[in-house]
Structures are given as structure tokens and as C-alpha cells.
């Protein structure tokens, strides 16, 4: 009953590394999401996708890349960390892609670049 | 025009009152809007919603109130419990799309 894992947890990078943030649901869900959540910004999108081998920009996907490996996996790269990415980052899914039926998160990954 | 405005920052109740935040919009387009509870360490999870045909929703302890012509709703909780301490998001969007706008967040701490 895993729902939806992200991994890393935590991690720390320096100015200029690359990364790859991994997420994978197993509630047979078609929409995935990347989010991140800043103090006293809430959460913004930064990628959606609707099924495999489609993607979408959200609110803020500069800077970032991502893949819908499969139905299960959501990955998002960083190809050239800044200090302004740091963050915590969450995924998310959805049975379908409207809003109205519930995103259900994973317990995010923090990442700090210094 | 897409923002959400969410108040208060952050809230502190004692155990048995009621807790209550507020959010307010400006796109009147808008069509749904969820309620997020979030404890630390964890992602977000869907707490309860409402569409603006109906002026209030009830749900257990939770309750959202809505008012079109003032684009404001907010989340009412009764007898609140040390165990309702997290922060709450309430965002925005239109149903047929995919995009959650959020607030900023409420952190909620009820004193026992």
C-alpha cells in the first residue's frame, strides 16, 4: 500500500550538479505531477502529465526536464542546479486529469543547493 | 487575476474552538475549489471541496463556506483537536482543467 514514492528523501547539491528526482505510484493512476512547495508560495506546478509519453509545462519548468518513463514513473531533472531550486519537491497522481478528483502526494524530497 | 489569497499565515486555537481560514479570489472562472491538509513530512492530502452551486459543504468536523459574489470561501473547524495541527491549503482551478492555482498556506496549531 506504498501510493506514491519519491526518492531521494533529501539531498544536498552544488551550483551547477545535475539530478534526477524519481517517482513512482502504484494505484494504477494515468496523471502524474511534479510540484514545488516554497515558504509562503504554497505549491506550483512545475510539470503535469496526462498519460504515458505526454507532458506538459506548468506554472514554473524552467530550469527543470522531466520523463513519464511509464504509467508508474515521474522523473524530474535538473540539468544545472542554482540555489533558487531549492525547495521541497513533490509528486503527485491522479486517477484522471481534471482537478477534481484527488491528487494523492508523495512525502516530497528536499533539496538544498548551495 | 489567477491568484489565491489565503489568510491567516499561521493560527493557534485551543482544543474544542473553532478554527477558521479564509481564502478569496478574482477569476471568476473558477469552478472547484479543494481543501489541502498537509502534516510535517508529508505531501498534501485532499481534505474536502466544493463546486460554487452549493453555498456550504459538511463534512464530520469540516465545513466549507462559500460566497460567489464575494469570490471568498473558507474552512471552518469545529471542536477543534491537537490532532488537526498542520498547515492548510486551499486552491483554485477551473474543473476542466488540470491546474491547481494554491495558497499560501495556513499553519494551524491547537493548544491542548
Known amino acids: 500500500n506504498a501510493g506514491v514514492t519519491q526518492t531521494p528523501k533529501f539531498q544536498v547539491l552544488k551550483t551547477g550538479q545535475s539530478m534526477t528526482l524519481q517517482c513512482a505510484q502504484d494505484?494504477?493512476?494515468?496523471?502524474m505531477y511534479w510540484y514545488r512547495q516554497d515558504p509562503g508560495m504554497g505549491l506550483r506546478l512545475i510539470y503535469y502529465?496526462?498519460?504515458?509519453?505526454?507532458?506538459d509545462k506548468g506554472e514554473v519548468p524552467n530550469g527543470y526536464n522531466v520523463s513519464r518513463l511509464n504509467k508508474r514513473e515521474f522523473s524530474l531533472r535538473l540539468e544545472s542546479a542554482a540555489p533558487s531550486q531549492t525547495s521541497v519537491y513533490f509528486c503527485?497522481?491522479?486517477?484522471?486529469?481534471?482537478?477534481?478528483?484527488?491528487?494523492?502526494f508523495g512525502d516530497g524530497t528536499r533539496l538544498s543547493i548551495l | 487575476q489567477q491568484q489565491v489569497k489565503q489568510s491567516p499565515q499561521s493560527l493557534i486555537v485551543q482544543k474544542g474552538g473553532i478554527s477558521i481560514i479564509n481564502c478569496a479570489y478574482e477569476?471568476?472562472?473558477?469552478?472547484?475549489f479543494p481543501w489541502y491538509q498537509q502534516f510535517p513530512g508529508k505531501g498534501p492530502a485532499l481534505l474536502i471541496a466544493?463546486?460554487?452551486d452549493v453555498s456550504e459543504k459538511k463534512e464530520g468536523r469540516f465545513t466549507i463556506s462559500f460566497n460567489k459574489s464575494a469570490k471568498q470561501f473558507s474552512l471552518h473547524i469545529m471542536d477543534s483537536q491537537p490532532g488537526d495541527s498542520a498547515t492548510y491549503f486551499c486552491?483554485?482551478?477551473?474543473?476542466?482543467?488540470?491546474?491547481?492555482?494554491w495558497g499560501a498556506g495556513t499553519k494551524l496549531i491547537i493548544k491542548p
Open positions: 503527485a497522481s491522479s486517477d484522471g486529469g481534471r482537478v477534481d478528483q484527488p491528487q494523492h
Open positions: 502529465s496526462a498519460s504515458e509519453g505526454t507532458t
Open positions: 466544493i463546486r460554487p
Open positions: 494505484m494504477n493512476h494515468n496523471s
Open positions: 477569476n471568476t472562472a473558477f469552478d472547484y
Open positions: 486552491a483554485a482551478s477551473i474543473n476542466s482543467n488540470y491546474q491547481l492555482i
